[in-house]
C-alpha cells in the first residue's frame, strides 16, 4: 500500500490542481496556482499531474508552496498524442479518474478545494463522493468556451457544417450567436468578438 502524502500543520488552505495532460491547460493551471499564492502565502497547493509530466515540468522554477504529486502514466504519451488524439482523449476520460481516486484516499487531510481542468469531469464525481468543494478552471479563451457551449445553436440554425462553396462563403455570416458577433463562419475561431 502507498504512503499517506501528508499536509504540513501550517497551512491554512490545501488546494488539489489537477490539470488535463495538455501544454495549454497544464502551464495556465501552474501560472494560475503562482497567481493565488502571490496573494495568499498561507496556501498549500498539490499540484497533480502524470509520472511523464513531472519529468517535463518537475526542474521548473515554483513557489515553496506548491508541490507536485502525481499518478501513474495511464495514458498515452504526450510526446505522440497528436498521432491519435482520440486515444489520447478517450485515455484521458477513462484511465485517469483511478489513480486520481487512489491519491484522494492517501490524502490526509482531505485538500479544502480541488481545482479541475474543465474536461476531466470526473473529478466532479470524486469531489462530491468525499464533500470536497470543486472549482472548474477552463484555459483557453472565453469566445473557445462560447462556442463549444453553444455549439447546438450553430447546428439548429443550419450554421453547421460550414458549406465552404466560394458562391455561398459571402452569405456564410451569423449575427448574434449568443452574444457574439462572428463576422464569417469559415473564420470562426479568429473572428469572434464576445461584448
Known amino acids: 500500500m502507498a504512503q499517506p502524502v501528508q499536509v504540513p500543520p501550517t497551512m491554512a488552505c490545501h488546494v488539489v490542481a489537477v490539470p488535463y495532460p ?12 503562482k ?3 502571490s496573494k495568499h502565502s498561507q496556501i498549500l497547493v498539490t499540484f497533480v499531474v502524470t509520472e511523464e509530466w513531472l519529468g517535463f515540468i518537475g526542474s521548473d522554477s515554483k513557489p515553496d508552496n506548491i508541490r507536485f504529486a502525481t499518478i501513474p502514466n495511464v495514458i498515452p504519451s504526450e510526446e505522440s498524442r497528436a498521432n491519435n488524439f482520440v486515444t489520447f482523449l478517450e485515455a ?22 480541488i481545482i479541475y481542468d474543465t474536461y476531466l ?12 468543494p470543486v472549482a472548474s478552471f477552463w484555459p483557453m479563451s472565453a469566445s473557445f468556451f462560447a462556442v463549444l457551449k453553444h455549439y447546438h445553436l450553430l ?15 459571402s452569405q456564410n455570416r451569423v449575427e448574434n450567436y449568443h452574444n ?8 470562426l ?3 469572434i468578438k464576445c461584448q
Not at 447546428?155 to 462563403?169: A, C, D, E, I, T
Not at 457574439?180 to 473564420?187: D, E, G, M, R, V
Request: proline share 8%; aromatic share 8%; with cysteine.
Open 92 to 113: 484521458v476520460m477513462t484511465k485517469m479518474e483511478d489513480p486520481f481516486e487512489e491519491f484522494l484516499n492517501r490524502l490526509h487531510p482531505p485538500p479544502t478545494v
Open 22 to 33: 495538455g501544454r495549454g491547460h497544464v502551464n495556465p493551471m501552474m501560472n494560475l496556482c
Open 155 to 169: 447546428q439548429r440554425n443550419g450554421h453547421y457544417p460550414v458549406n465552404l462553396s466560394g458562391q455561398l462563403r
Open 180 to 187: 457574439c458577433s462572428i463576422a464569417s463562419l469559415t473564420n
Open 35 to 37: 497567481l493565488f499564492l
Open 121 to 132: 469531469f470526473w473529478v466532479v464525481r470524486l469531489a462530491n463522493a468525499r464533500n470536497i
Open 189 to 191: 475561431s479568429t473572428r
